[in-house]
């Protein structure tokens, strides 16, 4: 810090140096400060910031060995103030060195450090690689860069950082730390070390001229006073005084320094440098991991190829273990670090849910024990099994229980899902904790009947194994029928068979066991095989008497449906004969009906008796009933219209007879019949229908007339003149197109019946009529009208009942007459300038046709109208302000705009190139195009945007942007303005504007420079003044960007200390296209490139100029010399091609070029 006339220095431990009257120098004097340690000698700018507080920059590093007039300035043994505490008085200048002041090196030299923030910077934080021998970073445990975790940063791994491997820091090789390469390690003169690598010229190494080696010019080459000639104080020559004659000090011989013998200089014995004892130099062990180990994975039957596979990282060559539902796994960890074990096969464990377990034994024997992932293992199908309604459980399904539905149920594993099939039917459920499952099918689902159909039963478990069973379910909803027999041949039992046995009988389902009961009386039968049964009534078992009794019979089929029937039968076992009063028939005449399908006379008699009844010449054996009345069945055939005696003759048990008579009138005639012409003309049309339709006739006056027609009959009589009329309703008529026959029933007074028919035809509908719509210009057969389709108007087709007229109308427009042909087909267009226009719309179609009666059906249907593309908004603007430059050529430039989702965009641009998108889900498009698509390197481009929707209907737009890919020449430097270690200005050559300046730090950081300019047009010159100055180790970056973007730059090194390698990997670079890398103003500079580099760096061209003169040194890896030469302001440049995409590099002839 500046404090009034002195300056004050700040070491890393906190204590201030104050240098009293540092800026208090006569006139003409300059006072300068040096730095010294290990016999290096560095010296210090100092700048002022104007806040009191000074930044330092460090020159490069004065090794001393020769004579000099700063040798009184050297220290050889300075302190390390970083390794401990300094005593007050202590005085040297090595408490300034670099390594001291906190590892600065290059970090200094690039950012300045100021002196007020050294003790921030102490400890070796930078990882900033020094190749000076004066490097002192490594006290962070490896943070050096050099890879060798010694934290010295020359990755020889021996912590000296002088990168010799010897330890010794004198990066001589020769063990001793003196720099002569003597090899003797007392740093001062060995003698003959090197033949005078001291500078001094007389062969002993040490400076002094006076050839004893110990550099103080007294001849015993000791300087110490104990004659050996190492100045060490004790007596074995090797300078250190600890006597083992290595010249370290620690006392164990192998010159490093450490005490361990090993050489490496951390004191571990392993010779990595590492401080760890493994030898890898690493820093530590290799912590094993397991890959995913919270996951959960599940195997199943359902599971392809099943494995549990456990996988994981580790030091190479690491036994790994893994224990898995008590299977174990082992591998050894591979040459890449990772492993991997899998349990499949017979090694799978048996179904659970496990959590592996991972050992892994280190090579140097440590164990680890891990958590690996879990694995939920299930390789079993859930059981599954039915104990209720199937064929394998004894179950057979009756009425009964089909009323409440069809239930299977059996058992299962606890929460398996169950589904049950029957005919295509199923049922689902999932099973209870008790290990029970029930479906009951609906009676819809599976009909009544006698059947049996095979049933599948799929359990399905949690984990998705699977399991089916099958079995069969039996139906058996059909009771047995029972069928009776006539009793006694006549169903009547007399005395004579009551008196014997009894026989009842009938038939039924083969092996069925029936119980017959009668009057009380039971017995059972068993059915034979031919379905016959019959059970016998003993005498006694059934009263005498004259009276009505019926059997029941009864039986349970196999499925334990019961069946019943019953048959009336009469026992008479009296005698006694009479005929009864009442009329023959209902009305006391015998019609044509009664008299040809038979009419009966009826008496009474003694129960038992016979009887015999003549009429008409024919006798009859009468039936007689259990209370003794008889009947006498008659047929009527040859019974002519007229007045007839009767007469019934009876014997009963005892022989007796008895007679009677009684008159009998027979009337068997009538007729009707369809008058010849129904409905006008046999043809009932609609309109006929809906106002009602009359059939008509004629039949026997006061007849009774039922008259019938599609199902619906209407009884009217007949007038005097035996006219008749009925009218069917519109509701009685069923609409369509049919023949239709009517029917009449008359029935006369007597009741005699007549019957006639008339056949009459029904048209109440327009039969065959469909439609469909096509355009005569279809271009695509999407079921949409668009813009070119319906330019040609629509046409509708269809086909019609023969003889029909057909109209079509679309939306609210004229109806249009269809032309219909005698086939029925038919085709009408509605005109263009009736169909919808700019719109995407649906529209009804109505269609409707009247047939020759008159009737009319009419159809309806949508028609899709989309005849405009809509949302098609090309964008105003392409790359943001309308203009393509290099870069943007070079990545390819975006057309976009809008359009409805879906719509194929075609952009062609007026060079011929082409690009095609299609619209996404939100109406976005973009075409990309590239420079190669532009004709030549500026101008306006012109375009067209062509879309298309998902319909055929199109749009188009056009549209123009400017171009310009040429980007301006890289700025030339011509001169710069300096101060001691930082850059003032520069002066340049005349651009399109003013250029941009940037400052790219050694860390990569670029800042812009805040300058002011003046630019003399007329002079062809711009001069540039910073307003912060730009210190050494910076790259300037000089930019000049044209009115589209296109930018150049020019890289200019300066160092104006020593020579500088060009570091091109600076990240702030890659910021910039580059045109050209000026090293004019770099001594000895030197710059190694590649093909890489020179694209990463430089614009859409690729092309590199590199500027220098004789002292500066290219190196281009991969470079082929092309034989081409260029002048560029009258210097010869050299053509070089590197790799095969084009890149060049422009080489001035004056710098040396090296390619490999």
Do not use: C
């Not at 100055?1029 to 300037?1036: A, D, E």
Request: negative net charge; aromatic residues 6%; without cysteine.
């Amino acid at each position: 810090m500046h404090d009034g006339e002195d300056l004050q220095i700040v070491l890393v431990d906190g204590r201030t140096i104050t240098l009293a009257g540092f800026f208090d120098a006569p006139a003409g004097v300059e006072n300068r400060l040096f730095i010294s340690a290990d016999g290096e000698i560095t010296p210090v700018t100092l700048e002022e910031t104007g806040d009191g507080v000074i930044f330092a920059e460090y020159g490069a590093p004065e090794l001393l060995g020769k004579w000099s007039l700063n040798d009184q300035l050297a220290f050889y043994e300075g302190e390390d103030l970083l390794a401990g505490a300094v005593d007050d008085d202590t005085t040297g200048m090595a408490a300034f060195a670099p390594a001291v002041l906190g590892g600065l090196g290059t970090a200094g030299v690039a950012a300045g450090a100021g002196l007020v923030g050294l003790g921030l910077l102490a400890g070796g934080g930078d990882d900033t690689t020094r190749t000076d021998p004066t490097d002192g970073g490594g006290g962070d445990g490896g943070g050096d860069g050099g890879g060798d975790g010694d934290g010295d940063g020359d990755g020889d791994g021996d912590g000296d950082g002088d990168g010799d491997g010897d330890g010794d820091g004198g990066g001589d090789g020769g063990g001793d730390g003196g720099g002569d390469g003597g090899g003797d390690g007392d740093g001062g003169g060995d003698g003959g070390g090197d033949g005078g690598g001291d500078g001094d010229g007389d062969g002993d190494g040490d400076g002094g001229g006076d050839g004893d080696g110990d550099g103080d010019g007294g001849g015993d080459g000791g300087g110490d006073g104990d004659g050996d000639g190492d100045g060490g104080g004790d007596g074995d020559g090797d300078g250190d005084g600890d006597g083992d004659g290595d010249g370290d000090g620690d006392g164990d011989g192998d010159g490093d320094g450490d005490g361990d013998g090993d050489g490496d200089g951390d004191g571990d014995g392993d010779g990595d440098g590492d401080g760890d004892g493994d030898g890898d130099g690493d820093g530590g062990p290799i912590v094993p991991t397991v890959n995913n180990p919270d996951a959960h994975d599940t195997l199943t039957t359902n599971t392809e190829n099943p494995s549990a596979t456990v996988s994981g990282t580790g030091e190479a060559g690491s036994t790994v273990v893994v224990l898995l539902g008590g299977q174990t796994a082992e591998t050894t960890v591979g040459a890449d670090g990772t492993w991997e074990v899998s349990f499949e096969g017979t090694t799978l464990p048996a179904d659970g849910d496990y959590t592996s377990t991972v050992f892994v034994t280190a090579p140097d024997g440590t164990l680890y024990e891990l958590d690996g992932p879990d694995f939920l293992i299930d390789m079993t199908p859930p059981p599954v099994a039915i104990t209720e309604g199937a064929e394998s459980t004894g179950d057979i399904e009756n009425l009964e229980e089909y009323q409440d539905g069809i239930t299977v149920a059996g058992s299962g594993e606890p929460g398996a899902a169950v589904t049950v099939e029957v005919s295509g039917e199923s049922q689902s459920t999932t099973v209870a904790a008790d290990g029970s499952w029930s479906v009951t099918f609906t009676t819809d689902q599976l009909p009544p009947g006698e059947y049996s159909a095979e049933m599948t039963v799929t359990s399905t478990d949690v984990n998705g194994n699977v399991t089916t069973i099958t079995d069969t379910l039996i139906v058996d909803t059909v009771p047995n029928a029972i069928d009776f027999d006539t009793v006694a041949g006549d169903n009547v039992v007399n005395a004579v068979e009551i008196a014997g046995n009894v026989v009842v009988s009938g038939t039924s389902i083969p092996g069925a066991v029936l119980a017959v009961t009668l009057e009380g009386v039971t017995h059972q039968a068993t059915v034979d095989t031919d379905g016959t049964w019959s059970v016998s009534y003993a005498p006694g078992e059934l009263p005498s008497g004259s009276y009505a009794t019926t059997i029941t019979a009864t039986t349970i089929d196999p499925a334990e449906n019961a069946s019943s029937a019953s048959y009336a039968i009469t026992i008479d076992t009296e005698a006694q004969v009479a005929f009864d009063l009442t009329p023959v028939t209902a009305d006391g005449v015998v019609n044509a009906a009664e008299a040809a399908s038979g009419f009966t006379l009826t008496g009474t008699s003694e129960p038992g008796s016979s009887v015999l009844v003549t009429l008409g010449g024919a006798t009859v054996t009468a039936t007689v009933a259990a209370n003794g009345t008889w009947s006498a069945d008659f047929s009527g055939t040859g019974l002519t219209t007229g007045s007839y005696t009767a007469t019934v003759s009876a014997t009963d048990i005892y022989g007796n007879t008895a007679s009677a008579t009684r008159d009998v009138v027979v009337d068997s005639e009538t007729s009707v019949a369809f008058n010849a012409t129904q409905a006008g003309d046999n043809k009932i049309s609609g309109a006929e229908a809906q106002a009602g339709v009359v059939l008509s006739g004629t039949a026997e006056a006061g007849a009774s007339v039922a008259v019938t027609f599609e199902g619906t009959t209407h009884t009217v009589t007949a007038g005097t003149d035996g006219a008749w009329s009925a009218t069917f309703t519109a509701a009685e008529v069923p609409a369509g197109t049919y023949s239709s026959t009517a029917t009449v029933v008359a029935t006369d007074l007597a009741g005699n019946t007549a019957t006639a028919s008339h056949v009459v035809a029904v048209d109440t509908e327009v039969t065959d009529l469909t439609h469909a719509t096509a355009t005569p210009n279809a271009i695509k057969a999407d079921g949409v009208v668009n813009a070119a389709e319906a330019a040609g108007g629509l046409v509708v087709t269809g086909t019609v009942e023969a003889g029909s007229s057909v109209m079509v109308q679309i939306g609210n427009g004229a109806a249009v007459a269809a032309k219909v042909a005698a086939d029925g087909s038919w085709s009408a267009t509605i005109p263009a300038a009736q169909l919808p226009a700019n719109e995407v719309s649906n529209v009804a179609l109505k269609v409707t046709a009247t047939d020759a009666l008159g009737n009319t059906a009419t159809q309806s249907s949508t028609v899709n109208f989309d005849t405009v593309v809509t949302n098609f908004v090309p964008s105003a603007t392409v790359s943001g302000d309308d203009v393509v430059n290099a870069q943007e050529a070079a990545q390819g430039f975006v057309l976009t705009g809008t359009v409805e989702p879906g719509a194929t965009v075609v952009v062609t641009l007026a060079s011929g190139a082409t690009g095609t998108a299609t619209a996404g889900a939100n109406g976005q498009w973009a075409v990309t195009f590239h420079g190669g698509d532009l004709t030549g390197t500026a101008g306006t481009m012109t375009y067209s945007v062509n879309a298309t929707d998902l319909y055929g209907n199109t749009a188009s737009a056009t549209g123009d942007f400017s171009y310009d890919l040429v980007a301006p020449d890289s700025p030339d430097i011509i001169a710069f303005t300096r101060d001691t270690g930082a850059l003032l200005g520069i002066r340049t050559d005349v651009g399109e504007g003013a250029y941009e300046i940037s400052a790219v730090a050694a860390n990569g950081t670029v800042d812009a420079i805040e300058e002011s300019h003046y630019i003399n047009s007329n002079a062809g010159y711009g001069a540039y003044d910073f307003y912060e100055t730009v210190p050494n180790g910076s790259y300037l970056v000089v930019s000049d960007t044209d009115g589209a973007g296109n930018e150049t730059s020019t890289l200019l090194v300066v160092d104006n200390t020593a020579a500088v390698t060009v570091d091109l990997e600076r990240t702030g670079l890659t910021e910039f296209d580059f045109g050209t890398i000026d090293l004019s103003f770099a001594p000895q500079a030197q710059l190694t490139i590649t093909e890489a580099q020179l694209i990463e760096l430089t614009g859409p061209d690729n092309t590199l100029i590199i500027q220098g003169d004789a002292a500066d040194h290219v190196t281009a890896i991969g470079a082929q010399d092309s034989g081409l030469d260029t002048v560029i302001g009258g210097h010869t440049y050299s053509v070089y091609t590197l790799g095969d995409d084009g890149a060049s590099l422009v080489i001035d002839d004056l710098i040396t070029t090296q390619t490999i």
